[in-house]
């Protein structure tokens, strides 16, 4: 087993919160058996749903930006905190999200590359006043 260097990791996980963006999951390093839970509801059932649902899914459509997440690591786990804003505004007010993302991508891998196994997501909504 090669060890994963904690940068590798966090960048995984940036690519993930990036996609929720640009719409596109191409890039985002799924392991092929990748899960996601949001809220207690499996939403993802392997690295090719998810990518697919990145790319082409009207859930993540809505989603106009994100913030800065803060990450925090403890073993294979690495944790994001961010906000997430929606595209649709009414009166200068967008309903946006405190999203808390804990992510699965092992310390060490046979290959020493950093692959997202499990994703699980928690998120608060709220309005967004600028």
């Excluded at 405190?98 to 891998?109: C, K, L, M, R, Y």
Aim: hydrophobic share 40%; aromatic share 8%; with cysteine.
């Amino acid at each position: 087993m090669a060890r994963v260097c904690d940068a590798d990791r966090i960048a995984a996980a940036q690519s993930y919160i990036d996609a929720l963006v640009t719409h596109n999951g191409d890039a985002v390093p799924f392991a092929w058996g990748c899960t996601r839970i949001e809220l207690g509801f499996m939403t993802g059932f392997s690295g090719n749903h998810l990518r697919r649902s990145l790319n082409r899914g009207p859930q993540y459509r809505i989603i106009a930006a994100t913030t800065a997440p803060t990450f925090t690591l403890c073993g294979d786990e690495v944790r994001a905190k961010y906000h997430v804003m929606t595209k649709p505004s009414v009166r200068r007010r967008r309903i946006a999200a405190q999203v808390d993302e804990t992510f699965v991508i092992p310390a060490e891998s046979p290959a020493g590359d950093a692959q997202i196994h499990h994703i699980k997501v928690r998120f608060r909504p709220f309005i967004h006043r600028p």
